[in-house]
């Protein structure tokens, strides 16, 4: 299987989540994706999440409800650990659908409101750094 190459950042679509044309970075040093999630509520084994952003473009004021979803434990550069939801979702690259799992996290500090890490790369995807939108480019196109 030979893999597509990908820059440091790109513009992706996650159709199940009601999101486009979200900005997005490749982070090979983290291990799980990471979206941003304003408001989870869980109850009655249903995990509700709000997806909206002052700060990044293109998240509207989407609530999608999981009713599967885990608990993972996140360790973030600096050694915190933290324990966070993990839900199954889906993402657009190259025009194509693939799974992904995203633990959701409160990104409105970060400047990108989505980190794919190793954990969706591996056995997929080649990281150039170089590069920058290479599949939102040929969407485009």
Request: charged share 25%; glycine share 6%.
């Amino acid at each position: 299987m030979s893999k597509k190459i990908l820059g440091r950042t790109d513009v992706l679509d996650f159709p199940a989540l009601g999101l486009f044309n979200i900005d997005v970075k490749m982070d090979t040093g983290a291990y799980t994706s990471a979206i941003h999630c304003t408001e989870i509520i869980e109850e009655n084994n249903v995990l509700k999440c709000g997806f909206s952003s002052d700060v990044h473009q293109n998240f509207g004021d989407t609530e999608i409800v999981f009713t599967e979803f885990s608990r993972t434990n996140v360790k973030s550069s600096n050694g915190f650990k933290e324990n966070r939801y993990k839900v199954k979702s889906e993402v657009v690259i190259f025009g194509k659908t693939y799974k992904i799992n995203l633990t959701l996290s409160t990104r409105s500090d970060m400047k990108y409101p989505v980190l794919i890490g190793r954990q969706f790369l591996k056995q997929k995807f080649l990281i150039d750094v170089d590069l920058e939108q290479v599949s939102f480019k040929m969407k485009k196109q």
